[in-house]
């Protein structure tokens, strides 16, 4: 039986502070939090179910979205029509990231978020993040392109941060020649 997630609207405070680490292994709790978080994600982008359930398309959602200020984050990534990768990521650090940077050319959006935000949100082409798997194995992940920007939009979360925070708010929108548009 699916039942969507409860996700924390951007007026909550709880999603402008700061996560804790967890330790490992996590709890049983924990990781059924993920399951659905999966199953919510995963269905949110297969249109039939979005549809039934009435759910807003998502590839990404950080623990705090949940009331849960734990630093977790769950993307669920179509690398294919109607396949999915997922990436589970506990305490998670962008150790390295390129020079180059890119901003999804439609701009951001968050399951947080219910209105539509002009701009476009500057992020890294390539990021390298390192963090723990629910099992406590540590893990290396290399991201590139909207798969890094997805990354970069979760962790921000961990630290308080909206995507809308990033948009200059004097130049909001760039044209190619100041960034890559993805």
Excluded: W
């Excluded at 998670?92 to 180059?100: A, G, L, Q, T, V």
Aim: hydrophobic share 35%; charged share 35%.
């Amino acid at each position: 039986m699916f039942k969507p997630l409860n996700i924390l609207d951007e007026k909550n405070k709880i999603l402008r502070k700061k996560s804790k680490d967890v330790e490992l292994p996590l709890s049983k709790k924990d990781k059924e939090t993920i399951d659905q978080i999966i199953k919510h994600l995963t269905y949110s982008q297969i249109e039939k179910y979005a549809e039934r359930y009435n759910l807003r398309p998502g590839m990404g959602l950080a623990f705090p979205q949940l009331g849960l200020l734990k630093r977790i984050i769950v993307i669920v990534y179509e690398y294919e029509d109607g396949k999915f990768k997922n990436y589970v990521i506990v305490n998670p650090k962008i150790i390295s990231h390129s020079e180059e940077k890119v901003a999804l050319e439609t701009g951001e959006g968050c399951l947080s978020v219910n209105r539509e935000v002009e701009g476009h949100v500057p992020r890294y082409a390539r990021v390298t993040i390192t963090g723990y798997d629910p099992d406590g194995e540590k893990i290396t992940i290399r991201a590139r392109e909207d798969l890094s920007v997805a990354f970069q939009h979760e962790v921000d979360h961990l630290d308080g941060i909206l995507f809308f925070d990033r948009i200059d708010k004097k130049k909001p929108f760039y044209n190619e020649n100041e960034i890559r548009l993805i």
